[in-house]
């Protein structure tokens, strides 16, 4: 199917009026600095489908070849992304919460670098194309960014936040 069709990539929550879960869901609003509740609900999609394939993994026969060579793709791929550490294992999937996802967003790597002093500004920054992963300049707020990609992270060079004195740089840098 063609990109930009109307196909959603994220489940809404069954009850549309849970006073904790709306309170939950804006206080990760706010932290994460994300434009709307469709971003964290396609986040957790993501996580549920990290589930649903770590549960039909460990559901099967684990010396079957193929099932071994699957888990150690699906570990790799986990933990190249950094939502897996080096040594967990299948069911440490398990108990992966929305954070673990959220925190591998491009937008919250910038702010945690120091690259803006808000979520939101890193969010801004990134769509205004000022932050580069390398050469590579990114304009997605969701793209997410993998372990060896993270210190990569900065400004373009020819952005003018790249100047140290710019008045809407961070205090740290």
């Known amino acids: 199917m063609p990109l930009g069709t109307d196909t959603k990539q994220y489940e809404t929550p069954n009850h549309p009026y849970q006073g904790e879960r709306i309170a939950s ?5 706010d932290r994460y600095g994300l434009a709307n509740k469709e971003e964290l609900w396609r986040a957790q999609s993501e996580l549920r489908s990290y589930r649903r394939e770590a549960r039909e993994l460990l559901g099967q026969a684990q ?3 193929v ?5 150690e793709e ?3 791929r986990l933990k190249r992304v950094g939502v897996l550490d080096e040594g967990d294992e299948l069911g440490d999937i398990l108990s992966l ?9 491009l937008q919250t790597v910038a702010y945690r670098k120091g ?25 997605i707020p969701s793209y ?11 400004f373009d060079e020819n952005s003018p936040l790249a100047d140290d004195l710019h008045p809407e740089r961070a205090e740290g840098q």
């Open 144 to 154: 997410v960014v993998d372990v060896d990609e993270e210190d990569l992270v900065a």
């Open 115 to 139: 690259l803006a002093n808000t979520p939101q500004q890193a969010r801004q920054f990134i769509i205004h194309g000022h932050i580069v992963i390398g050469e590579q300049r990114h304009c």
């Open 97 to 105: 919460e929305i954070e673990d996802v959220l925190e591998r967003r």
């Open 67 to 71: 099932v071994i060579r699957r888990s």
């Open 25 to 29: 869901e804006h206080s990760l609003l």
């Open 74 to 76: 699906f570990l790799g």
């Open 63 to 65: 010396d079957d070849e």
